[in-house]
Each structure stands twice: as structure tokens, then as C-alpha cells.
């Protein structure tokens, strides 16, 4: 197959953590063509969707002492080609957050391949329908309870009824903007003001969940359905358990709760076309859904010795051979 990625600018990628990575490394072990573009390189020409694109060759990451390493140089790229993204078998749109005008126009761009040809992933549309926060209210009943406003007199209210709650900027990511509230905060409203800028954008506020304190568990879902997960436990003081802000990884498997959770959530992303997802669970209760770039394989595979990549390049490999 021939994949391209559209991604962030490749030096900035940490080969060690980035899922992207890892899927690219499994796309070559395989023999495929791995591709990298980004979001500013992509044109609409003749009614299709072309990019500027750049054929990679990586070094691999290898495990030392229990972590992966990469070499200084772990990729080498070809000189850029203009192509129509239809001699691609498959896109991945795999620009981390946040989604940003640019982001949105270049999902009305992949809009233009033709699905029969090329295989993009996630669907453009889903991504622009799923916000990473508004969209798991979709799943309300297997959520803490949450309210999603900018008014300053309902955050209050809900929040003195929980007594502690976690407020979430809706275009947030790896933790950024995550604030713990309680009612008797003196700058309750200062950081109301701040996080709604001043009253002009609504915020996520949702129940805190003690059991945060022994991980926020991510959950890899391939086609709706769970491929891994990994447990993400906060560190010192701090109480958000995002590896971005230093959170200790941990093995784990699946409760029942939660393969349940999976099962409430797994068709309605099959029918939006977000086939590669990262959901997160907190003492059992569903707190976001990531679309736009979920991490977490290197993690997976490391504790659990598997090859999370390999997993998704067969399936897409089978997807593509059933289409053609």
C-alpha cells in the first residue's frame, strides 16, 4: 500500500511516544509506502484533493531498559512531489490538536477524495463533528455528570452541588486548561472569567472523579472496537494523569464496565467513520473521546509487548484489499 500521513512537521515528532511513529515504523516492517505531508501543503486541483508530499524512510525505535529509543537521525525524507491524494490507498489525518480553522478547511479538502480509491482515516466529517469534548456527550449515560456552559451562575450552582468538579476547555488537548474547582475557591470566578474569556466561549465542567487518583485509563478502539489500553496515574501533586504533563504509565486490562463502555460507543464511531480512537475512562465513567491524533500505542506495546501498529496496518491492508 502507499499511505500518506499528514501530520506536524516531522522533526517536531517524538518517535519514543508518537503514535504516528509507530504507525509509520509497522507500515514499512510490512513493505508498504509511507508518505508524510502536512496541512498547509494540501491544494484543491481540477476538483481533487492534492498534496505537497515526502516519501519517509525511518530507523526504528528499539527497547533499552524498558523504554524505547530512537537514534538522532531515526528518519530519513525524499524531496517533495505534488500528487493527487487519490494514488494514495489510504490518508491518515493525523494533525494533533488544537482544530483550528486550517484544520477544518483541510477536512473540507480530504472531502475530496474519492472514498472508492482512497481510504482516509478519521472521516472528514466525523472529525469535524466530533469535538473532542462535545462528542462524548453523545454517550451521556456512561459519563459523570457534566454540564457544558459559560455562564458563571451555572458552573456555581453545579458545582457547589458536586462539591468538586473538573472544568475542560472545549478545544483543549493533552491536558492543557484542565482546572480543579471546588465552591470555596476565592478565585472561583477569576478562573471562570479566564476559561470562558470572559464569558464568550462555554467550558465542559464535570463531577470529579476521586478514582482519578489511580489512573485516567486510555483505550485504543480500531473500528469501534478496543485494541489496548493503558493506565495513566498523576504524579506529585498534580491530579490530571495526561502523559503530557507527566503522568506514570501503568499495564492494565479491561473491567467489564468498561469493555461495556466500549460496546455503548464502538457503533456510534463505526457510523461516523472514526475507525482509529482514543477514548479515556476514569472509575468507570467515560470522560472524553480523541479523534483527531489519540496516542497511546507505544505505551501499550511496551507493557504489553505487542505491536498495536501491525494490528492497524492489517486492518487497513484488509480494508483497502476489500474495497479494490
Not at 458545582?159 to 472561583?188: C, H, M, Y
Request: glycine share 8%; net charge negative.
Amino acid at each position: 500500500m502507499k499511505l500518506a500521513f499528514i501530520i506536524d512537521p516531522i522533526s517536531t515528532l517524538n518517535p519514543g511516544h508518537d503514535s504516528t511513529v509507530a504507525m509509520m515504523e509497522a507500515a514499512q516492517a510490512l513493505g508498504h509506502e509511507v508518505w508524510v505531508t502536512e496541512v498547509h501543503q494540501l491544494s484543491v486541483i481540477d476538483g481533487k484533493a492534492w498534496a505537497i508530499l515526502s516519501q519517509v524512510r525511518l530507523v526504528p525505535v528499539t527497547m533499552k531498559e524498558g523504554q524505547w529509543v530512537s537514534v538522532p537521525q531515526w528518519y530519513e525524507i525524499s524531496s517533495q512531489e505534488l500528487r493527487c491524494l487519490e494514488d494514495m490507498d489510504v490518508v491518515l489525518m493525523r494533525k494533533d490538536p488544537p482544530v483550528t480553522i486550517r484544520y477544518l478547511y483541510a477536512t473540507y479538502i480530504l472531502e475530496l477524495v474519492d472514498p472508492k480509491k482512497t481510504l482516509v482515516i478519521n472521516s472528514p466529517q466525523g472529525l469535524r463533528e466530533a469535538n473532542e469534548k462535545m462528542y462524548t456527550l453523545q454517550f451521556y449515560s456512561v459519563m459523570p455528570e457534566t454540564i457544558v456552559s459559560l455562564d458563571k451562575t451555572i458552573i456555581r450552582q453545579f458545582v457547589e452541588e458536586k462539591k468538586q468538579a473538573v472544568l475542560k476547555p472545549l478545544g483543549g488537548k493533552a491536558g492543557e486548561g484542565i482546572l480543579f474547582l471546588e465552591p470555596s475557591d476565592r478565585n472561583f470566578n477569576s478562573i471562570i472569567e479566564v476559561s470562558t474569556h470572559q464569558g464568550q466561549e462555554p467550558v465542559m465542567v464535570q463531577r470529579f472523579l476521586p478514582e482519578a487518583k489511580n489512573g485516567d485509563k486510555r483505550i485504543i478502539l480500531l473500528d469501534g472496537k478496543p485494541i489496548g489500553a493503558v493506565n495513566r496515574v498523576p504524579t506529585g501533586q498534580e491530579f490530571r494523569g495526561n502523559m503530557a504533563v507527566g503522568g506514570r504509565v501503568e499495564k492494565t486490562e479491561l473491567t467489564p464496565r468498561e469493555q461495556n463502555i466500549c460496546e455503548v460507543v464502538g457503533p456510534r464511531l463505526r457510523q461516523n467513520g472514526l475507525y482509529f480512537v482514543g477514548i479515556d475512562v476514569i472509575g468507570g465513567y467515560l470522560t472524553e473521546v480523541n479523534v483527531t491524533s489519540p496516542t497511546g500505542i507505544r505505551e501499550i506495546d511496551l507493557l504489553d509487548n505487542i505491536n498495536l501498529g501491525q494490528t492497524v496496518m492489517e486492518w487497513l491492508s484488509l480494508g483497502c484489499s476489500q474495497s479494490s
